[in-house]
């Protein structure tokens, strides 16, 4: 029997208290690890284990208004003031991906993955064979900057494993991150990297919360506090301060109702269509997520391609654009590619074109600038190798088989995976992988171009210098008056601004909104309001 003396235990015991340089405003705790997230009003993310050791801390720049962590524990995902949602990797705090899904700040966030574990022999197993991996080798890699040390830019370096890891992640369980504004914007994507519907509050008919009072209203001014996911992803609740008013198209027809209704509101969101497809969204979310990563390897390969390139021509007109000052101080009205032709065709060498190729360029200028001119070239090759044309082509793959997805209308359809588009997308991915042949030959006939010219314009330095020259390459004379009849080299520019135009084109088409499955929640929500559910409260 127990007595009064008997000694009661404390449901919660403090285990210990440890200062921090700045107040904390947002904590969260990983849900597999004794790892603790916090960030500090001025805006850092620190990470601590259980034994307040610190692991990393990170500072993204920017104020942190909301953060969560992945259902695994492997990445966290950090909402900023200005929109902004950024994924990072819990081992080291690198930056993974991020994402421009609002306009203000994001105040909320939930990441929620499906309930059920999928089992590979499963009937209703979600797991979608990639058969990527039996046409291709694996996906290239995204190139560095050059002149740069791992770090120092916004590229993926070291942390490319872990990027790839979120791209592919978790295909045994199907997840979602919900994210909410201060202006009422709700968000959801899967995997935390892939976009599937946008909804704001304002825009909703809410129906009425009195039983005796048939009436919609909807809601003015409100702020999200709150979102979050059910485990089984059919419902979304949303709490959020604001005005409930009554729909003005009934005020107008001399319904009365309660008007101003100003306070905390919790509604309960009809969201089952994540639950009934999730098949089908993990599908397309697998295949569009790796066609984005693979959009960022071109973007990525024409920036580094156009630095080389533009780096090399820079070099280039700093050695040759004093041929054209000394032609003008002697006299001449010729051009630099008119004295060139004359040395070519074997008439006598003019007082500029002496001074310039002796005194100005000399044999090592020459060396000099072919050694960077071509070995750009030879850069830009291997890009095209290594990087661009592999990503072109395994795009036109996948986007081959969104296009088999597309036509099982059954299915995908009703998702807004809409068939006429993905053809538009796929001519899109054709035309990049014709454009990037293109490019391919273009380049190797440049490339080749300039070697000869410098060989030659090396061959006529000896000779004046009256030096043997037996050693000397031979040119070739019809690529030599190709060159010098006009800047022949200007075709890579060309061509670099017309592969950026498709990949622009194709990433307008399948990343930037063309795709109506960004806009599936929302004609979900409208066409099946009826079945949502609302409790609205005045809480004072």
Same mark, same amino acid.
Request: proline share 2%; with cysteine; glycine share 8%.
């Given at each position: 029997m127990e007595t009064d003396e008997t000694p009661r235990v404390l449901p919660f015991q403090l285990q210990f208290d440890k200062p921090v340089a700045s107040q904390i405003k947002i904590a969260e705790w990983n849900p597999e690890k004794d790892l603790l997230a916090m960030v500090t009003e001025d805006s850092k993310i620190l990470l601590h284990r259980f034994n307040w050791q610190r692991l990393w801390t990170i500072s993204p720049g920017r104020c942190i208004t909301s953060l969560c962590w992945r259902p695994d524990g492997k990445a966290i995902a950090v909402g900023l003031e200005d929109g902004t949602?950024?994924?990072?990797?819990?081992?080291?705090?690198?930056?993974?991906?991020?994402?421009?899904?609002? #306009?203000?700040?994001?105040?909320?966030?939930?990441?929620?993955?499906?309930?059920?574990?999928?089992?590979?022999?499963?009937? $209703?197993?979600?797991?979608?064979?990639?058969? #990527?991996s039996c046409f291709f080798p694996p996906a290239p890699r995204v190139p560095r900057m050059p002149g740069l040390v791992p770090g120092d830019t916004g590229f993926m370096d070291d942390s490319?494993? %872990?990027?790839?890891?979120? %791209? $592919?992640?978790?295909?045994?369980?199907?997840?979602?991150?919900?994210?909410?504004?201060?202006?009422?914007?709700?968000?959801?994507?899967?995997?935390?990297?892939?976009?599937?519907?946008?909804?704001?509050?304002?825009?909703?008919?809410?129906?009425?919360?009195?039983?005796?009072?048939?009436? #919609?209203?909807?809601? /003015?001014?409100?702020?999200?506090?709150?979102?979050? /996911?059910?485990?089984?992803?059919?419902?979304?609740?949303?709490?959020? !301060?604001?005005?409930?008013?009554?729909?003005?198209?009934?005020?107008?027809?001399?319904?009365?109702?309660?008007?101003?209704?100003?306070?905390?509101?919790?509604? /309960?969101?009809?969201? %089952?269509?994540?639950?009934?497809?999730? $098949?089908?969204?993990?599908?397309?979310?697998?295949?569009?997520? $790796?066609?984005?990563? /693979?959009?960022?390897?071109?973007?990525?390969?024409? !920036?580094?391609?156009?630095?080389?390139?533009?780096?090399?021509?820079?070099?280039?007109?700093?050695?040759?654009? %004093? @041929?054209?000052? @000394?032609?003008?101080?002697?006299?001449?009205? !010729?051009?630099?590619?008119?004295?060139?032709?004359?040395?070519?065709?074997?008439?006598?060498?003019?007082?500029?074109?002496?001074?310039?190729?002796?005194?100005?360029?000399?044999?090592?200028?020459?060396?000099?600038?072919?050694?960077?001119?071509?070995?750009?070239?030879?850069? @830009?090759?291997?890009?095209?190798?290594?990087?661009?044309?592999?990503?072109?082509?395994?795009?036109?793959f996948r986007m081959g088989e969104l296009r088999g997805l597309s036509r099982w209308r059954t299915r995908f359809r009703g998702i807004g995976l809409d068939e006429t588009l993905i053809n538009n997308a796929t001519e899109k991915s054709g035309m990049l992988i014709v454009q990037v042949e293109r490019f391919m030959r273009v380049l190797s006939s440049v490339v080749q171009q300039f070697s000869n010219f410098f060989n030659w314009l090396l061959k006529c330095i000896k000779l004046l210098m009256q030096e043997p020259s037996d050693q000397l390459l031979p040119y070739n004379s019809f690529y030599m008056i190709k060159i010098l009849l006009g800047p022949f080299w200007s075709c890579l520019k060309l061509i670099l601004k017309l592969t950026w135009k498709h990949c622009k084109e194709l990433e307008n088409w399948f990343i930037l909104g063309d795709f109506q499955i960004v806009n599936i929640c929302g004609g979900h929500y409208q066409r099946n309001f009826n079945r949502w559910s609302l409790v609205s409260r005045r809480l004072s």
């Open positions: 949602i950024s994924l990072h990797d819990v081992e080291n705090g690198k930056l993974l991906r991020s994402l421009k899904s609002h #306009t203000v700040a994001v105040v909320s966030l939930n990441w929620e993955e499906d309930g059920q574990v999928i089992r590979d022999d499963s009937v $209703n197993n979600s797991k979608y064979e990639d058969r #990527t490319e494993d %872990s990027f790839r890891e979120l %791209s $592919n992640s978790s295909y045994q369980r199907f997840n979602i991150l919900c994210s909410g504004d201060k202006d009422g914007s709700i968000c959801f994507s899967i995997f935390g990297i892939f976009p599937i519907g946008k909804i704001n509050i304002h825009k909703l008919s809410i129906p009425t919360p009195f039983a005796n009072e048939q009436a #919609t209203y909807r809601l /003015l001014n409100a702020s999200i506090s709150k979102v979050a /996911l059910s485990k089984d992803l059919c419902h979304s609740i949303v709490m959020c !301060s604001g005005e409930l008013n009554q729909d003005e198209v009934e005020s107008q027809e001399g319904q009365l109702g309660v008007h101003g209704m100003r306070g905390l509101h919790c509604l /309960l969101l009809d969201t %089952s269509i994540f639950w009934k497809r999730k $098949n089908e969204l993990h599908q397309v979310a697998q295949q569009a997520s $790796n066609i984005e990563d /693979l959009i960022e390897v071109i973007r990525t390969s024409l !920036s580094v391609m156009c630095k080389q390139w533009s780096d090399a021509m820079h070099t280039f007109r700093e050695k040759f654009d %004093s @041929l054209s000052s @000394l032609i003008i101080d002697h006299g001449l009205d !010729s051009s630099p590619q008119e004295e060139f032709l004359g040395l070519l065709g074997g008439a006598r060498t003019s007082p500029p074109v002496h001074q310039f190729l002796v005194n100005s360029l000399g044999e090592l200028g020459v060396k000099r600038v072919s050694k960077v001119v071509c070995g750009a070239g030879k850069e @830009l090759q291997h890009v095209v190798l290594d990087h661009l044309q592999p990503s072109a082509e395994i795009i036109g």
